[in-house]
């Protein structure tokens, strides 16, 4: 039996789409695919939900086609599909959207205007681009049920994630942890990784750096032949010194010990680092000069290799607290080993501040390693740095925290101080910043190595 195809006399996309589409459209198939497998097993699929405050861009088209090849795998095999579109109606973009339209700020929100303006403001906004969303859906072909989407500001929805919630909740599957999140003060919100990615979130600033000299407390027979022994760590955040737990090296590299002089200070020293970055804190045309010969203000340091060992090696040795202002309990201040340690810059050992980094946060977890956190006044567990950018005042602690686990002379002097110049209403990137301070408070220490400006 013979069967006539349509036949072209030419190659055209294009059109080819448009006589489908046209073909789906007008027996109404993407429907009838769902009718005519009612009663089957079914296949249930949830669109992740894009925001319609954009426009739909071609990685959408890309995702969405990957989505409709697996619903529509499953219906060819007899399943029900039912296919719900959804919308995402919550996220800062939208939030920052809004108040820049209206010329307002988060603190304006109940007094400027209403709560319940802010929202329809928002709901309003959310959607604009609803229409440019379903065309394209339309014109690529991707089946999913828009007619009926869920909506996450639709209470329906919050109601049945607080009851899901809930329900996971009675079976004793949450439990309280912390974790490592971005969180802007300017915006008074946390942040997720996909707005920490939109355009213009980062630009290029010159930051003060320092390379901190970490007092060994149980140093290797090698370290203890000249001066003091110290483990050098870079950092681009001296402001998180005053939080650093523990030091982390590499466990595939190998680090030296190296008798020297502070260059600062003037002071005989061992300092340990990665020998792959030996050249980088040492010139080499000092190599061959005799420690002997040195005198403070000498252009060349001289510098001399005495012992080399593989990361592991070091792990479990100790080292004094940098800046004693907060104890943060048994188990800090040791060298770990972390697989995410690198050569490429700073000293192959790397600075541990649980609070403030989620690499620090997870390798501190996997060791033991307390992160330093405080007692606010109403026992809340924090990190030094408040919701504003600012060094916790010592009001707004817990006195007996502050009593038995601060040295409060020390931290007196720093406590409110705000950790970025951008958060301080008072000082403009011209003036002096923490990291500078913190710095030059070291240098008077004899506690660092090196302060630098770094892109």
Same mark, same amino acid.
């Given at each position: 039996m013979s069967k006539k195809f349509a036949e072209y006399s030419k190659f055209d996309l294009s059109n080819v789409n448009k006589e489908v589409l046209k073909k789906w459209q007008d027996g109404d198939i993407f429907h009838k695919s769902l009718e005519i497998r009612e009663g089957h097993p079914s296949f249930v699929f949830?669109?992740?939900?894009?925001?319609?405050?954009?426009?739909?861009?071609?990685?959408? +088209?890309?995702? $969405?086609?990957?989505? =409709?090849?697996?619903?529509?795998y499953k219906t060819?095999?007899? @399943?029900?599909?039912?296919?719900?579109?959804?919308?995402?109606?919550?996220?800062?973009?939208?939030?920052?959207?809004?108040?820049?339209?209206?010329?307002?700020?988060?603190?304006?929100?109940?007094?400027?205007?209403?709560?319940?303006? @802010?929202?329809?403001?928002?709901? $309003?906004?959310?959607?604009?681009?609803?229409?440019?969303?379903?065309? *394209?859906? %339309?014109?690529?072909? @991707?089946? +999913?049920?828009?007619?009926?989407p869920y909506i996450t500001y639709d209470n329906r929805y919050i109601e049945t994630l607080w009851y899901l919630l809930k329900e996971l909740y009675k079976k004793g599957l949450l439990y309280k942890g912390y974790t490592i999140q971005p969180y802007s003060p300017a915006a008074g919100t946390g942040l997720s990784s996909h707005e920490l990615n939109q355009p213009g979130c980062y630009r290029d600033v010159k930051d003060t750096t320092c390379t901190? %000299?970490? $007092?060994?407390?149980?140093?290797?027979?090698?370290?203890?032949?000249?001066?003091?022994?110290?483990? *050098?760590?870079?950092?681009?955040?001296?402001?998180? *010194?005053p939080s650093n737990t523990a030091l982390c090296v590499g466990p595939n590299f190998t680090y030296v010990a190296v008798q020297t002089f502070n260059p600062y200070t003037g002071?005989?020293?061992?300092?340990? *680092?990665?020998? =792959?970055l030996l050249d980088a804190h040492f010139n080499p045309k000092a190599a061959g000069l005799a420690l002997s010969d040195?005198?403070?203000? =000498?252009?060349?340091?001289?510098?001399?290799? +005495?012992?080399?060992?593989?990361?592991?090696e070091l792990a479990g040795m100790h080292y004094e607290q940098l800046i004693p202002w907060v104890n943060p309990g048994e188990g800090a201040f040791r060298v770990i080993t972390g697989? @995410?340690?690198?050569?490429?810059?700073?000293?192959g050992i790397v600075h541990i501040a649980p609070t403030f980094g989620a690499d620090d946060d997870r390798v501190g977890k996997a060791n033991g390693v307390p992160p330093l956190m405080l007692t606010d006044k109403d026992g809340n567990q924090?990190?030094?740095?408040?919701?504003?950018g600012k060094f916790y005042l010592l009001e707004d602690l817990d006195p007996e925290f502050v009593q038995t686990r601060m040295n409060a002379a020390d931290y007196d002097p720093w406590q409110g101080k705000f950790v970025k110049n951008a958060y301080d209403p008072a000082k403009g990137e011209k003036d002096e910043t923490l990291d500078i301070e913190i710095c030059m408070m070291l240098k008077v220490q004899n506690r660092v190595f090196r302060i630098e400006k770094h892109v």
């Open positions: 949830y669109e992740g939900p894009p925001s319609a405050n954009g426009m739909p861009g071609i990685h959408h +088209v890309i995702a $969405r086609s990957i989505k =409709d090849i697996f619903c529509r060819m095999k007899g @399943y029900l599909v039912n296919r719900k579109a959804g919308w995402d109606t919550h996220g800062l973009p939208v939030e920052l959207g809004v108040e820049k339209s209206m010329g307002i700020t988060k603190e304006d929100i109940g007094k400027k205007i209403s709560v319940a303006e @802010y929202n329809a403001a928002c709901r $309003r906004d959310v959607m604009k681009f609803t229409k440019e969303w379903e065309d *394209l859906t %339309q014109k690529m072909g @991707y089946w +999913v049920d828009m007619e009926n901190a %000299q970490f $007092r060994i407390l149980d140093p290797k027979p090698e370290m203890t032949e000249f001066g003091e022994p110290f483990f *050098l760590a870079w950092t681009t955040t001296p402001w998180t *010194l002071m005989p020293m061992t300092v340990v *680092l990665a020998k =792959d040195y005198k403070p203000g =000498d252009k060349l340091i001289p510098f001399k290799v +005495v012992g080399e060992w593989k990361g592991p697989d @995410y340690v690198t050569v490429e810059d700073g000293t924090r990190p030094m740095v408040d919701m504003t």
